[in-house]
């Protein structure tokens, strides 16, 4: 007894960095992840570049969730980075990109994400926990966005 779920967060913000500088940064993912994401418990690499992302556990009304996963990372000269999913057959994957546009001196940075994951929770409790997740997880990544676009 278990549901899938998926929750699509987005955000945007400007940058007074060039393309270049913005992508360096990001591409420095200890930093632009590790340091930044602030709901994170782990982050680390692996010898193949993979990375593993776990974040503390979200705790409302009884309910529990658990967000871990493994992603690598494409780089697409200064204007894209992708997150891509290393297994898409696990319960939980996180799909999104960067995408970097020269803007008025700086750049304008656009952040989308999808995650995906199932919950082992009955499936009678989905419209109950579906927004409240959707709620706390956008939460997550928009306390991440804030922090990155204050320190690039």
Not at 36 to 57: A, G, N, P, R
Request: charged share 20%.
């Amino acid at each position: 007894m278990a549901f899938s779920l998926t929750i699509i967060c987005s955000e945007s913000f400007h940058s007074a960095s060039t393309p270049e500088k913005t992508m360096l940064f990001l591409t420095q993912y200890d930093t632009s992840i590790g340091k930044y994401f602030d709901s994170l418990e782990s982050f680390s690499q692996s010898e193949d570049d993979t990375y593993y992302w776990k974040f503390k556990t979200l705790s409302y009304g009884g309910y529990e969730l658990n967000i871990d996963f493994l992603t690598t990372f494409e780089r697409q000269g200064n204007e894209t980075l992708l997150i891509i999913p290393v297994d898409n057959n696990s319960k939980m994957h996180l799909k999104g990109n960067w995408n970097l546009v020269p803007d008025k001196g700086g750049t304008l940075v656009k952040f989308h994400v999808t995650l995906v994951g199932e919950l082992p929770l009955p499936s009678f409790t989905k419209s109950l926990v579906t927004p409240i997740a959707q709620r706390e997880v956008t939460k997550i990544f928009s306390r991440y966005i804030k922090n990155v676009s204050k320190a690039i």
